[in-house]
């Protein structure tokens, strides 16, 4: 969602006259866009802040502005008060005010009618920064932004406000124009994604998007995340399944493998609701991928009830599974109420041990791949290799020396680990 934030405001930025520099040192303004989901995400962008402080120093004329959940929409006087070199806060997924505030900057420099030019361009479509046109393959569009769930440990809510769908048209538009400036992949970003629409007026689905964005142009892939199980419908899966551009790839966390914790969470699932659904996305779509989020050591979380977690993971092998130790965030309602009685140690034990289940589950998945002919769609160059995904979001590598840049091409894989493999083109 912030590298989604981040691109929009370059967006904004470069129409308003500014462009890319390589250091900090070279820039006029300095945006910090910031993630506070856990405590480690939170002092790296603390951390980040204070060692901005000797450039404004040196060049009071510098513009610094913090964006995203440090501030949340309901502002941080604290952090305000705490780093003063900060000239303007934005909240997530609002470049508004740091727009504004340097609109009226330059409409200090310039005449009404430039000024009038410049607010009816930063009214229009996404226009990606410079660098990206023609060189950006895969974009994310957010389609729900804020959260109104309130799983129990989640500070994501109360920073990001409540949920709401993003008007379906706007979407549309948005992907169209993607497309035109050369994006072949879209991934259609939500909290809770797959409740996309049921707060708009006109009650429109995620699945109902799907069709409609199928049908673009240009594209060649799309996909969404991430889903809460409550939500995946049989439309939806069947959608995924029928539209040949919609990867068949679904991120769905089950965060707990006990129905205990899971209530404590207040996810509002059983493991066996989500057991049924992971058989029903492999029955109704053949070769999906899915992968899951599970956090470790929540509070009053037994060495039974871990357990539990690990027997499960054990046993649905998900292609991924994206770990995290618990972190008790500020205002939320386990932090209030629970006790973070799992010591460091104990959740680093945890964490470790479904670790290594998953290396072991990801390099089986993957070795079935070993000899096969998949389609890969190349996203990057770096150092003599090609890199790109799967419909099924596995990454592949490929030397070669041909511009494969945007192209899906068929490549045959001969090496396969955990976290990625190795392929030569099929000519
Ligand atoms: N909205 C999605 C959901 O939970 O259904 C996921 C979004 S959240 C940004 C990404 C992941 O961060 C969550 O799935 C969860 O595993 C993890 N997370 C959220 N709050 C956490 C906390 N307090 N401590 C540790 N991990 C946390």
């Not at 308003?16 to 006029?28: C, F, K, L, R, S």
């Amino acid at each position: 969602m912030n590298v989604a934030d981040s691109r929009r405001l370059a967006s904004e930025l470069e129409k308003m006259g500014y462009e890319p520099t390589i250091t900090p040192n070279d820039a006029d303004v300095i945006v910090l866009n910031t993630c506070v989901v856990r405590q480690s995400a939170e002092n790296k962008a603390i951390g980040r802040l204070s060692s901005l402080r000797p450039l404004k120093t040196k060049n009071p004329d510098l513009v610094i502005s913090l964006m995203g959940c440090l501030i949340g929409v309901r502002g941080n006087s604290r952090i305000q008060e705490r780093f003063p070199w900060v000239d303007v806060v934005s909240p997530p997924s609002d470049p508004g005010p740091l727009l504004q505030y340097l609109g009226e900057r330059l409409a200090r420099e310039k005449s009404q009618a430039q000024t009038d030019q410049l607010n009816a361009l930063l009214d229009g479509e996404l226009v990606l920064p410079r660098e990206e046109q023609g060189r950006l393959v895969s974009a994310y569009i957010p389609i729900v932004y804020g959260c109104s769930h309130a799983c129990t440990y989640c500070i994501i809510p109360s920073k990001r406000g409540i949920e709401h769908s993003r008007p379906y048209a706007e979407v549309l538009a948005e992907a169209q124009s993607l497309a035109r400036q050369g994006v072949k992949e879209i991934t259609l970003l939500g909290q809770i994604v797959d409740r996309y629409g049921l707060d708009l007026p006109e009650k429109r689905t995620l699945a109902g998007l799907l069709y409609d964005l199928d049908k673009i142009d240009g594209l060649k892939r799309i996909r969404f995340l991430t889903s809460h199980p409550n939500w995946m419908t049989n439309t939806l899966l069947d959608a995924v399944a029928k539209l040949p551009r919609v990867c068949p790839h679904i991120e769905v966390p089950i965060q707990a493998g006990d129905d205990a914790v899971l209530e404590a969470m207040r996810r509002g699932y059983t493991v066996q609701a989500y057991r049924d659904l992971v058989n029903k996305i492999r029955d109704r779509i053949p070769g999906a991928s899915i992968a899951t989020d599970i956090i470790v050591g929540f509070p009053g979380e037994t060495d039974e009830q871990f357990q539990e977690t690990y027997d499960l993971l054990n046993e649905l092998r998900m292609d991924v599974a994206h770990l995290a130790r618990y972190s008790p965030r500020e205002g939320t309602y386990s932090a209030r109420k629970l006790e973070d009685n799992v010591p460091a140690a104990e959740k680093m034990h945890r964490f470790r041990l479904l670790e290594e289940l998953q290396e072991g589950i990801s390099a089986e998945i993957n070795a079935r791949y070993q000899g096969q002919t998949v389609s890969v769609l190349f996203e990057t160059f770096s150092r003599g290799r090609w890199r790109g995904r799967t419909p099924t979001n596995k990454l592949v590598f490929v030397e070669n020396d041909q511009d494969l840049l945007g192209q899906e091409r068929d490549v045959q894989i001969n090496w396969t680990g955990p976290w990625s493999m190795i392929g030569t083109l099929v000519e």
